[in-house]
């Protein structure tokens, strides 16, 4: 008991004494070891709902998640749709048309690029670049929304990809996605 006693009376010293000291000193910081190192980061070929796409090393595999394709990793997701038929034209699809339909999910949105059309895997796309609050996590996060248009025995179809990561995170996929979207290609 005594010595719980003493062992709990330094412990109280030495954090009165840490909290009345101070330093001149620069704070020094310990690398975080929890996440790895840029360089240790590559980029691995997956397939999420027949499209395959280069993913930063550091996130999980997708899995299913009510029809969508979700690989996760440090501040950061993909989000790949299934492909559905598609009652829109890509040229019909203006930067307002895509404010509106991301206005349920995210408020104070910038628009960083609005690309259409675009060319990605060899089939009509755009894209989409915008920074925003979410309205689930309240976090201010970047998206990039890419828009697949293309022909499956004559039916027009569509198919979404949405790379999302928390906005000045750092994370891979930031990194990275210049690199990632030039990888899309239709399975």
């Known amino acids: 008991m005594k010595k719980l006693l003493i062992l709990m009376m330094a412990l109280a010293m030495t954090l009165s004494l ?44 997708f899995s299913d998640k009510d029809g969508y394709a979700v690989a996760e990793g440090p501040d950061a997701s993909i989000v790949v749709t299934p492909t559905f038929p598609s009652d829109t034209w890509i040229e019909d ?51 990039c929304q890419i828009i697949l248009y293309f022909a499956i025995d004559g039916q027009n179809c569509e198919q979404h990809i949405a790379f999302t990561y928390t906005t000045g995170a750092n994370s891979s996929l930031e990194a990275n996605l210049a690199d990632i979207l030039p990888s899309i290609t239709l399975e």
């Open 18 to 61: 840490a909290a009345c000291g101070g330093s001149d000193s620069a704070p020094t910081s310990t690398p975080d070891t929890s996440a790895p190192a840029a360089s240790d980061i590559t980029l691995v070929n997956k397939v999420a709902n027949y499209t395959a796409l280069l993913v930063p090393s550091d996130f999980g595999e």
């Open 93 to 143: 699809v203006t930067e307002d048309y895509m404010l509106e339909s991301l206005g349920d999910t995210y408020s104070n949105i910038k628009v960083l690029a609005f690309d259409n059309p675009a060319n990605i895997g060899g089939v009509d796309s755009l894209s989409f670049l915008c920074t925003g609050d979410s309205n689930n996590s309240g976090k201010n996060v970047t998206t």
